[in-house]
């Protein structure tokens, strides 16, 4: 029996406003790594999901299925100390931020803007929105 | 009257390309000039020297059965060899590509013989005799249709022609056949077409400008050459979908229409 899924990420329970940054070129792993590094130390970051185009570890169809893929790309970076396994090639960010008031969700933007401006070389479109699930839903507690 | 072959309407960069691709008179530039064993290492069906496999003895030494059609067509070298079948597959991103699948099967259907060729949404197949192949890779590798960053060889999961480029500027691919090469600012092949390793890297060459990709695609893009500012290839396609429409529909009013 599969054993239920736990929910991707953790949920806040009210609908906290996110920045969805989603970048003009795809972002490597150096600058994926930087990126996040940049942001990791601007407060109220409650969590940040990435997206993009996946990345495979092994050939997955073909006469080479099984082979090691070995793609620069996909590789263990750094952020904050911690350790985190790279499977994308990353095209687009969702930060959720937990400020107290609209004056310091707009610090926190313009410090995000910042990052982002120093770090995306091929620039990017913001929005301030909400892009995913706030509270648990059915599909959390499905058994499989 | 005789019949004067048409290829393309239209007055836009685009359509001049299509024209220029479609039509066998017009000789295509080489822009570059990849090793003819480096392509058959690329391609991976054999490895260079190796002879060609068979799967028909040739056809001059094999009793061929009476057939006037046969009679008539003039076998390709593949053919009369008794080679087998291989393919070589292209994707083609949509940010400006030189040419897309689409146009891909137009110009392999009008500039060669004896090939069989499928169209998917960001790939083009071509299947011919081995030889014959090999030939027609290198050449399409050569020239102007082909940009290292913006079309790829692959023979399997292609996935990437609308993916927007990486930060190199090369269309994504999750197998990374080819990489950036930054000193020499060149893209390499490290990877076959089905993503086994290479022995050694072969290089394809440096990607062309996009100012200069612009000028030689074949898309129509809304931040490009729109599509419905080329009044004539407008008209073409309205008029394309108006008899299949009324051809589906009431097939007998499409005479003299």
């Given amino acids: 029996m599969a054993t239920p899924v736990n929910p991707p990420a953790d949920y806040a329970g009210v609908p906290l406003p996110e920045v969805q940054i989603v970048t003009n070129r795809l972002l490597s792993a150096e600058t994926t790594e930087r990126l996040l590094n940049a942001l990791d130390v601007i407060p109220d970051i409650r969590q940040i999901n990435m997206t993009g185009e996946g990345i495979p570890k092994t050939i997955n169809s073909g006469p080479g299925k099984g082979l090691d893929n070995n793609h620069t790309e996909r590789r263990v970076i750094n952020v904050g100390g911690n350790e985190i396994e790279l499977r994308y090639l990353v095209g687009a960010f969702y930060i959720e931020i937990a400020a107290e008031d609209e004056e310091i969700f707009n610090v926190r933007l313009e410090q995000i803007k910042a990052a982002c401006n120093e770090h995306i070389e091929h620039g990017y479109s913001l929005q301030v929105g909400r892009y995913s699930k706030y509270r648990p839903t059915l599909h959390d507690y499905r058994s499989a | ?257």
């Fill in chain 2, 1 to 257: 009257m005789a019949y004067k072959r048409q290829f393309y309407p239209g007055n836009s960069i685009p359509a001049k390309n299509r024209r220029r691709y479609l039509d066998p008179k017009v000789k295509l530039k080489n822009l570059r000039d990849v090793a003819q064993d480096d392509v058959v290492r690329i391609m991976g069906h054999r490895n260079p020297g190796e002879d060609y496999k068979s799967i028909h003895p040739p056809i001059e030494e094999g009793k061929e059965p009476e057939c006037p059609i046969r009679k008539l067509v003039t076998p390709i070298e593949g053919a009369k060899h008794g080679d087998r079948v291989r393919y070589i597959q292209f994707t083609d991103s949509v940010y400006f590509a030189p040419i897309s699948p689409y146009q891909r099967a137009w110009m392999y259907l009008s500039r060669y013989r004896g090939v069989d060729t499928g169209t998917l949404s960001g790939r083009q197949i071509i299947e011919v005799r081995e030889r014959d192949l090999e030939v027609m890779a290198k050449e399409m590798i050569d020239n102007e249709t082909f940009d290292p960053a913006l079309t790829g060889i692959r023979g399997a999961t292609v996935h990437g022609h609308a993916c927007r480029l990486d930060e190199n500027g090369l269309m994504f691919d999750g197998w990374q056949r080819y990489i950036w090469d930054d000193e020499k600012k060149e893209v390499v092949y490290v990877k076959d077409q089905v993503a086994i390793p290479l022995d050694r890297k072969i290089s394809v060459g440096a990607p062309g400008d996009m100012k200069d990709l612009r000028e030689r695609t074949t898309i129509f893009r809304a931040d490009g050459v729109d599509m419905r500012d080329d009044e004539e290839v407008t008209k073409y396609g309205i008029r394309i979908h108006y008899l299949r429409t009324l051809g589906g529909f009431q097939p007998w009013k499409v005479k003299g229409e």
